[in-house]
């Protein structure tokens, strides 16, 4: 059973900073990508960052680009989000997923993603 969990959200002033993490279980961690994505209230789900099994190449959405930061430990299982810099519009629930195939492509599509964490909110205060 493939389990996802994230921690590290919380409240933190406009200019701020938090590493959100997300421990996995239950499949071969290094063999899959893994994304970030985040919903504001009201809104629709939205991609946030992605990254390869191996962690050798990211992708990010244009609102978050030279302030946030995903990687990944292979190790220990687990993903990161550094988010600095953080605005009041980066306030949502985070959630991690993790893609349903071994494809290298670093996907920005809720639907390529097979399994989701139950999110860990975020609230940038101005």
């Known amino acids: 059973q493939v389990q996802l969990v994230e921690s590290g959200g919380g409240l933190v002033q406009a200019g701020g900073s938090l590493r959100l993490s997300c421990a996995t279980s239950?499949?071969?961690?290094?063999?899959?990508?893994m994304g970030w994505f985040r919903q504001a209230p009201g809104k629709e789900r939205e991609f946030v960052a992605a990254?390869?099994?191996?962690?050798?190449?990211?992708n990010y959405a244009d609102s978050v680009k030279a302030r946030f930061t995903i990687s990944r430990d292979n190790v220990k299982n687990t993903m990161y989000l550094q988010m600095n810099s953080l605005k009041p519009e980066d306030t949502a629930v985070y959630y991690c997923?993790?893609?349903?195939?071994?494809?290298?492509?670093?996907?920005?599509?809720?639907?390529?993603?097979?399994?989701w964490g139950q999110g860990t909110q975020v609230t940038v205060s101005s």
């Open positions: 997923a993790i893609r349903r195939d071994r494809s290298s492509w670093l996907s920005a599509r809720r639907i390529d993603y097979e399994y």
């Open positions: 239950g499949r071969t961690f290094s063999n899959y990508g």
């Open positions: 990254i390869k099994g191996s962690g050798t190449s990211t």
